[in-house]
């Protein structure tokens, strides 16, 4: 048996398995020793990889500030979520998730769809009370606090 595994010829360095793969192709190495890459072509890459990144960022802050950055904060908020679930489970088990919650939801919200409009319309009024709740604290607040720095003064 022992002689059997001495007589096989197994790699034993990286240098074996492409030589072994260029021997079974009946192709010849490639002459690599003279290959060189000029300055000026690195430079093209790097500014062309640098004005990429750059219009990304442009892009990003125009879509951010600009435009509508409710939205931009919903999907940053989404994605950190789904980050932070997913430091719990691995990919297939976040997939398998998604895709139940996918098939499930729509068919949950179809049958009971006046009953969840009625439950948001409900949050919508209490999110509502409690927005002008904090609005006049603030506002009292600051009237608060001027009167208080006049009468330092």
Known sequence: MNQKLDEMNFPEKDGDIDANAVASTNHEPPDL??????EQSTMAVANSCRGIVEEAVRWIFHVSIEREWIVFAQVVGGLLSLSYIGTFTDLLTFLYIGIV??????????KYDDKIKRAGDQVKVKAK??????????KSNKFVIKEKEKKIE
Do not use: D, F, H, N
């Not at 919650?101 to 179809?110: A, D, F, H, K, S």
């Not at 709740?133 to 603030?138: G, H, N, R």
């Open 129 to 138: 009370r409690l927005y002008e709740m904090v609005e006049q604290k603030i």
């Open 33 to 38: 020793p003279g290959l060189e890459i000029s």
């Open 101 to 110: 919650m996918g098939m499930t939801v729509p068919l949950i919200y179809v």
